[in-house]
C-alpha cells in the first residue's frame, strides 16, 4: 500500500511540478515540489505529520516516523530536515527549534533588475522580463530554498532605495510576492527610502518629528498592511553614503527610526536601522570608530520594535575584520548582525570562498544569546544557478544553516551541502576532499588578498582586484586604499592603538588590551591595528616582510591545491556525465588561480617600494 501511495505521490509532484527549467541547487527534486507535496512525499513513505502546540512555534521533533511541529511550517521545516538526513544517506531522530527569531536575506535589487553587488545576473523579483508564471515558478523555487534552510525574510530591494517601491504599482508586486512566498513562511520586508513622502511629492519635508510625515508614514503602513497582513517590516540607509537622514533635519538616529517603528507597531512590523554610517557627524574620525560614536549615546533610546543592523565587522565585508565594536556598545538596543552573502569582497562569482568559517569567527566573539536574528546581504540573482560560481550557492546555504543553528560547524555545512548539491558523485573521496577545499578557502583568500589584518585595498568601485596604490583626490578619503594600509619607509598598517587612532578603545576587555599591545595582537588583526616596522621580529622570528611574502605566496599555492585536488575529482563527474559542471568549476578556478597571482604580485611589489627588502623568488617565501 506504501508504495502504491508513494508511487502515486510521486507522479502528482511529476506532473505538477514547473517545467525544466535548468535550474539547479541543493534540493534536487525537492525543488519542484510545493509546500504540502513535499509532507505528502514522506506521508507516502510512512511518516506521520500533526501539529503540536506545546512545540515553538518554527520547532519540530522527528522520532522514528511520528514528526511533531510548533506549526505548519515547522512542519515543512522538519521535512525538508528529512530531505537532508536522506541526502546524507542516514535517517535519524531530531529535535530543532532556530536560535534567531529573525533570519532574513537582504536582497539589493533595485527597481530596474539590476542588482548593486550582485553577480549571478538580474533580480529575481523585478523587471525580470520573465512571462508571469515563469517569474512566479522563479519566486516559488527562491522561497523553497530559503524555507529548506530555515530563513524566514526577505528584503526585496536595494538598501540605497528608491522612494518608487512604496507607490502603488510596486507594492502590488510586493503583495504578489508574498503571496507566493507565504506557504513558504519567508516574510517580506522593504528596504525604503527616508525621504520617501517628500520625495514622492506629498510633503515638503522629510523631517521625522514633522506631523504631516509622520502622517504620511503612518497611512502608509495601513496601505501596506492592507494588502499584505504578515509584512515584515522596513530596512533603513539613513545619512550614509549620500543617503537621506535624519541628520539632514538636525535630528537623531532614533528620532528618525522611532517614528517609523511608531508608524509600523499597530501591525507589528519591524525597523531595521543600519548601523553603516560613516562620513556624516562624526566626518574625519576614523571610518572603523564612527558607527560607535554615532549610536553610542542613543543606546536605550529607540522603540522596542527597532533593531539597530551592524555589518560584522566595522569597516565594510573585508575578507577578514575584528568582529565591530558596536555590538560591545550598545546594552539597551536590540540588535543583529548583517552578514554579506554576496562576495562582493571576496572574488564575486569568479572565485570559490566558502563564507561560513567568517560567520562562525564572529559568533565566536559576539555571543548569538545577544542577537535577535541574522540578516544576510543576498547572492541570487537570475542565473540559472542563482548564485553565479556553482559554489557561491553553499554561502546561500550556510548564511541559512547557521541563522538557524550557529553552533553548526562549517565543515558540517560544507559537507551536507557537498552532499546535496553533487547527489549523483556520492563518492566519499570527493565529499571529504570538497570539504576541506571549502574549509580553507576563505583563509587562502585572505592569505592572496590581504593578510596579516590589510584591508581595503581593493580596486576603485568594483572591489574586485588590488590597487594598493589607490588614491583619488576627488573621492572621500575613506574610500581610497591608501588610507587603509598607510605604506611607508618605515613599515605597514593602519595605527588604531591607543596610540594612533584609538579605536581599540571601541572593544571590550580583555580585546581592548589585546590589540592595543603590538606583542599580544593576534597576527591575522596585526596591520588593522598597528603600523608596523617592515624588519619587526614576528612570533615565527622572521621579519613582517618575510611573513607578508609568505602569506601571499602560501594563499596562491593554496589555490594551486584546489585547482590540483579539483582535477583529481574529474572522472567522478566524467562518469556521471556531468562533465559541462566540472569544466565550470575548473575554468573558475583557472581564473582563481590567475587572479591570486595577481594579488600577490602587485601588492609585493607595491609595498617592496617602501620595504626595500628582497621579494620573494619564484616558487619561494613560504613559512
Ligand atoms: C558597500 C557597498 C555598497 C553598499 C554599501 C552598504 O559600501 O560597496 O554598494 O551600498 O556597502 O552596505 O550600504
Excluded at 538526513?85 to 532574513?104: L, N, T
Excluded at 527610502?193 to 495601513?222: I, R
Excluded at 560567520?359 to 544576510?376: P, T
Excluded at 556520492?426 to 576532499?433: G, L
Aim: hydrophobic share 40%; proline share 4%.
Amino acid at each position: 500500500m506504501k508504495r502504491i501511495l508513494f508511487l502515486l505521490v510521486t507522479a502528482l509532484v511529476v506532473v505538477t511540478s514547473s517545467a525544466d527549467n535548468g535550474h539547479s541547487a541543493w534540493m534536487g527534486d525537492f525543488l519542484d515540489m510545493t509546500a504540502s507535496q513535499v509532507q505528502g512525499y514522506w506521508r507516502a513513505n510512512g511518516y506521520d505529520f500533526a501539529v503540536d502546540s506545546s512545540l515553538p512555534s518554527e520547532g519540530y521533533t522527528v522520532k522514528g516516523t511520528s514528526v511533531r511541529g510548533g506549526s505548519d511550517i515547522a512542519l515543512l521545516y522538519a521535512s525538508y530536515e528529512l530531505m537532508r538526513q536522506k541526502c546524507c544517506g542516514k535517517m535519524h531522530d531530531a529535535a530543532a527549534s532556530p536560535k534567531f527569531k529573525y533570519r532574513i536575506l537582504n536582497h539589493w535589487d533595485n527597481l530596474d533588475g539590476s542588482i548593486e553587488r550582485g553577480y549571478a545576473g538580474k533580480s529575481i523579483f523585478w523587471h525580470t522580463g520573465l512571462k508571469r508564471q515563469q517569474w512566479r515558478t522563479r519566486i516559488e523555487e527562491y522561497a523553497r530554498l530559503n524555507a529548506s534552510v530555515g530563513i524566514n525574510g526577505a528584503v526585496l530591494d536595494n538598501v540605497n532605495a528608491s522612494p518608487k517601491v512604496l507607490t502603488t504599482e510596486y507594492l502590488d508586486t510586493v503583495k504578489a510576492i508574498a503571496d507566493i512566498m507565504r506557504p513558504y513562511g519567508v516574510r517580506v520586508y522593504l528596504a525604503i527610502n527616508f525621504a520617501s513622502p517628500m520625495a514622492l511629492g506629498a510633503t515638503s519635508t522629510a523631517d521625522p518629528l514633522d506631523s504631516g510625515v509622520k502622517a504620511w508614514w503612518k497611512a502608509k503602513a495601513k496601505e501596506i498592511y492592507a494588502l499584505i497582513p504578515d509584512f515584515g517590516g522596513f530596512l533603513v540607509k539613513a545619512n550614509s553614503e549620500g543617503q537621506p537622514g535624519p541628520f539632514d533635519y538636525g535630528r537623531t538616529h532614533a528620532d528618525g527610526a522611532n517614528m517609523l517603528a511608531d508608524a509600523l507597531h499597530p501591525y507589528g512590523g519591524i525597523v531595521m536601522w543600519r548601523s553603516f554610517v560613516y562620513g556624516s557627524r562624526h566626518k574625519g574620525e576614523d571610518r572603523v570608530m564612527q558607527a560607535v560614536s554615532e549610536f553610542k549615546d542613543l543606546d536605550g533610546k529607540f522603540r522596542d520594535n527597532v533593531i539597530l543592523q551592524s555589518k560584522n565587522g566595522p569597516l565594510d565585508f573585508q575578507p577578514r575584520e575584528p568582529y565591530a565594536p558596536i555590538f560591545d556598545n550598545m546594552k539597551k538596543t536590540a540588535q543583529w548582525v548583517e552578514f554579506q552573502v554576496t562576495q562582493e569582497y571576496t572574488g564575486q562569482s569568479k572565485h570559490l570562498v566558502y563564507l561560513a568559517p567568517m560567520w562562525k569567527e564572529f559568533f565566536s566573539f559576539v555571543s548569538a544569546d545577544s542577537l535577535r536574528g541574522v540578516a544576510g546581504v543576498s547572492n541570487v540573482g537570475n542565473d540559472a544557478n542563482w548564485c553565479g560560481h556553482p559554489f557561491s550557492q553553499a554561502n546561500w546555504y550556510a548564511f541559512g544553516r547557521l541563522a538557524w543553528d550557529p553552533s553548526l560547524t562549517s565543515k558540517a555545512i560544507a559537507h551536507e551541502w557537498l552532499k546535496m548539491t553533487f547527489e549523483e558523485s556520492s563518492n566519499r573521496y570527493f565529499y571529504d576532499s570538497m570539504t576541506s577545499v571549502m574549509e580553507r578557502s576563505r583563509e587562502m583568500c585572505v592569505d592572496y588578498m590581504m593578510p596579516l589584518g590589510l584591508h581595503h585595498i581593493f580596486k576603485f568601485d568594483h572591489h574586485y582586484g588590488p590597487e594598493p596604490d589607490g588614491f583619488k583626490a576627488e573621492y572621500p578619503i575613506e574610500w581610497c586604499p591608501v588610507y587603509y594600509h598607510k605604506a611607508d619607509s618605515l613599515g605597514v598598517g593602519f595605527d588604531r592603538s591607543s596610540k594612533g587612532t584609538g579605536a581599540v578603545g571601541q572593544y571590550r576587555e580583555p580585546y581592548r588590551s589585546l590589540y592595543d599591545n603590538l606583542s599580544t595582537c593576534p597576527e591575522q588583526y596585526l596591520l588593522w591595528f598597528h603600523h608596523v616596522a617592515w624588519n619587526y621580529r614576528m612570533k615565527n622570528g622572521k621579519t613582517l616582510w618575510d611573513n607578508l611574502c609568505a602569506r601571499y605566496t602560501r594563499g596562491v599555492k593554496a589555490v594551486e591545491t584546489t585547482l590540483m585536488t579539483w582535477k583529481l575529482m574529474r572522472s567522478i563527474f566524467v562518469d556521471d556525465c556531468d562533465e559541462d559542471r566540472w569544466n565550470e568549476v575548473d575554468s573558475l578556478l583557472t581564473i582563481q588561480l590567475g587572479n591570486a597571482q595577481e594579488w600577490k604580485d602587485v601588492c609585493l611589489d607595491y609595498f617592496h617600494q617602501f620595504s626595500r627588502m628582497p621579494l620573494p623568488a619564484e616558487g619561494e617565501g613560504t613559512v
